[in-house]
């Protein structure tokens, strides 16, 4: 069975937001709630237009507020910021049971890949034109934090694009 346009569209809508969060991350450290609410609107649209969900709605909503849960216990731990809690449960909200392990462990894969590589450029000697550009200048400063969201987002499109036959669903 193929994917609808439908279905084709929802995904790519969903890596849209969830990339565009992962840059904002990137430059600012911040991932804006209006994404996040985006990424979770666009699950209730989908579920108002008709998109089958074979694990069920309600399988998916409990996903997401577990992953919510999960995500604001590593948020008051210190571990994750509060717009990466927020995003990673909008994310699960649409991965549903079936994709969110998956989604968690290259979220976990892709997010020491990141943190590796800062770690290799905090070491370098940052030209003096990159020194002007401030999020550059800030993502090389030691102390600053991993900007998770960029994992994340790779993680979503990672796992969307290898399920089949419909990847939102």
Not at 25 to 38: F, G, R
Not at 151 to 161: G, K, N, P, S
Request: aromatic residues 10%; glycine residues 12%.
């Amino acid at each position: 069975m193929y994917a609808t346009t439908t279905e084709n569209l929802a995904t790519i809508l969903l890596c849209g937001l969830v990339v565009s969060a992962g840059f904002r991350d990137l430059v600012s450290m911040i991932i804006p709630n209006v994404l996040v609410v985006a990424v979770a609107g666009l699950f209730g649209l989908a579920v108002l237009t008709g998109l089958p969900f074979p694990a069920g709605v309600g399988a998916h909503v409990t996903m997401g507020l577990v992953v919510l849960a999960a995500g604001f216990g590593l948020f008051a731990a210190g571990w994750i910021g509060g717009g990466d809690a927020k995003l990673a449960a909008a994310t699960a909200l649409w991965l549903g049971p079936s994709m969110t392990v998956t989604y968690v462990f290259y979220t976990a894969l892709f997010g020491a890949v990141l943190a590796a590589g800062l770690i290799v450029f905090r070491r370098l000697s940052l030209p003096p034109q990159l020194q002007t550009v401030g999020w550059i200048d800030r993502l090389h400063t030691q102390a600053a934090e991993v900007p998770y969201g960029v994992a994340m987002a790779a993680a979503t499109c990672f796992v969307l694009a290898g399920s089949s036959p419909s990847p939102t669903l």
